[in-house]
């Protein structure tokens, strides 16, 4: 179940939280990413593409009872991460296996997933490091 993760600069007080292996979108006829919080990603996504939910239940945590919509899901699924820019230190929301990764505000490439922060140089102070602490927050 995914963890909500913190992020502090040691040196600043610069702090930055993401869920834990980003947020699960489906897209919809148009093309557009509808976003499926936790819990209750499989209803959603099933409502989009029309099919039952009985079918793709547990997604994506277990196998789903009905394993031929695999290729329906990886074509019309990703996930969502919050990236930060470590030029001008904006958050953009990609889909880091299939965007472009750049900046959406400055359009560095010099971005990363929040959730890769642990020992990265601190882009605000520039002379602390991120360090990883975990908040108990499960959703
Ligand atoms: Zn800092
Ligand atoms: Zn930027």
Redesign the pocket.
């Known amino acids: 179940m995914p963890k909500l993760l913190r992020f502090s600069c040691d040196s600043c007080n610069f702090e930055l939280e993401t869920w834990e292996n980003g947020l699960i979108y489906v897209t919809d006829g148009k093309g557009r990413r509808i976003e499926c919080p936790h819990p209750g990603e499989s209803y959603k996504i099933a409502r989009v593409l029309k099919i039952d939910e009985s079918e793709i239940f547990g997604f994506p945590y277990m196998r789903i009872p009905n394993p031929d919509l695999y290729p329906l899901l990886n074509e019309r699924v990703g996930v969502i991460s919050d990236c930060i ?1 470590l ?4 958050l953009s929301k990609l889909d880091y296996q299939q965007d472009e990764r750049t ?1 959406t ?4 490439s ?2 990363l997933p929040v959730d890769n922060l642990e020992g990265i140089n601190c882009p605000k102070c520039k002379t602390g490091v991120f360090e990883y602490h975990s908040t108990g927050i499960i959703s």
């Open positions: 820019c030029d001008c230190t904006a900046c505000k400055c359009k560095s010099n971005i």
